[in-house]
């Protein structure tokens, strides 16, 4: 084309090319963060581990890959009442990637709660009173038992 745009009559030799562009794709381990999703059964404690390595390869463009710096596993334990291995497809955030593995197992264990709200109590007021001096932790004890202020009971004791 000329400056105003018109065809000009020009025979080129070869008329076709080939262009050959390569095209590289990288890669970046980044670490499986496990994510408790669902509604845990009431008095019931989940463990979920990964079994195997807890990392992925994702594969696709580098500035894509920049900007993530780990995969989060949603793991739902809704419904789980019992130890059990689940086959999960690793999510990838964007649909340019890809992921390796495609899949990985998840272990969940379920116990029951340690505590129950009444042991929490207990276990605040043992605390409180280990970290004091024996006077204090008597003192601290019988102050929940009787509604008296610690400085009345200090002059009981004494």
């Given at each position: 084309?000329?400056?105003?745009?018109?065809?000009?009559?020009?025979?080129?030799?070869p008329q076709e090319i080939s262009v050959r562009i390569p095209i590289s794709l990288y890669g970046k381990k980044v670490p499986l963060v496990i994510q408790q999703i669902g509604v845990p059964l009431e008095g019931k404690v989940y463990t979920i581990d990964v079994d195997g390595e807890a990392s992925?390869?994702?594969?696709?463009?580098?500035s894509i890959?920049?900007?993530?710096?780990?995969?989060?596993?949603?793991?739902?334990?809704?419904?789980?009442?019992?130890?059990?291995?689940?086959?999960?497809?690793?999510?990838?955030?964007?649909?340019?990637l890809t992921a390796t593995p495609t899949t990985i197992k998840v272990?969940?264990?379920?116990?029951?709660a340690a505590e129950t709200p009444a042991d929490s109590e207990t276990t605040a007021d043992e605390g409180e009173s280990s970290s004091s001096a024996d006077e204090?932790?008597?003192?601290?004890?019988?102050?929940?038992?009787?509604?008296?202020?610690?400085?009345?009971?200090?002059?009981?004791?004494?």
């Open positions: 084309m000329d400056a105003s745009g018109n065809k000009l009559n020009v025979s080129v030799d992925v390869t994702l594969t696709g463009d580098k890959l920049a900007d993530i710096d780990e995969v989060f596993l949603p793991v739902s334990v809704t419904g789980v009442e019992s130890n059990t291995t689940q086959t999960l497809t690793i999510p990838v955030v964007n649909d340019t272990n969940i264990r379920v116990s029951n204090s932790s008597a003192i601290a004890s019988s102050a929940s038992d009787n509604p008296k202020s610690e400085e009345d009971q200090s002059d009981s004791s004494s």
